[in-house]
């Protein structure tokens, strides 16, 4: 487990962004955390950090966006996820099976489906506004990918 506190977004994005750089799809990049809490602003550093030059923004609507970098990085919103047909229906699976980095936000709605090898990144609000707790577990989360 690795715990980093963030001061602000651009911390979380420059810490995300170097994250990024050792991840190896595929992957599930899981995250929990409340409205607000960074996760949007973590995903824009992984997007970063895997060469992708495109505006990310929430999948809110959408469900999934898909960026393509040095790697592609397919961003899920699961917050209206409630069934394992609406999960189907999001392409969670099959976007697994391409190899790609799968950065999920509301995961607590897909704990059931989530891979052995998932990499669960829990943000908090800290002692401030913009001040963000971030601790990463998953085998050898940390350690195996970037820094």
């Known amino acids: 487990m690795q ?3 963030t001061e602000n977004a651009a ?3 420059a810490f995300a962004a170097q994250f990024a750089k050792g ?3 595929p992957v599930v990049v899981a995250f929990f955390g409340g409205l607000g ?3 949007t602003a973590f995903t824009r550093g992984l997007a970063k950090g ?5 505006d ?4 809110t609507f959408a469900l999934v ?4 970098g040095e790697k592609t990085l397919y961003h899920f919103d699961m917050y209206r996820v409630e069934t394992w047909e609406d999960l189907y229906a999001t392409g969670f699976f099959d976007d697994y099976e391409t190899g790609g980095i799968l950065a999920c936000e509301w995961s607590e709605n897909i704990e059931a489906a989530l891979p052995e090898n998932t990499i669960r990144v829990t943000i ?3 002692a401030h506004d913009t001040q963000r707790i971030i601790t990463i577990e998953g085998e050898g989360a940390y350690e195996n990918y970037g820094d």
Do not use: D, F, N
Not at 50 to 54: E, Q, R
Not at 56 to 59: A, H, N, Q, R, T
């Open 11 to 13: 911390q979380t994005e």
């Open 50 to 54: 895997l060469g992708i030059t495109a």
């Open 3 to 5: 715990k980093v506190v």
């Open 56 to 59: 990310v923004s929430s999948p």
């Open 37 to 39: 809490a960074g996760k």
């Open 124 to 126: 908090e609000r800290g």
């Open 65 to 68: 966006h898909e960026y393509r």
């Open 23 to 25: 991840l190896q799809g």
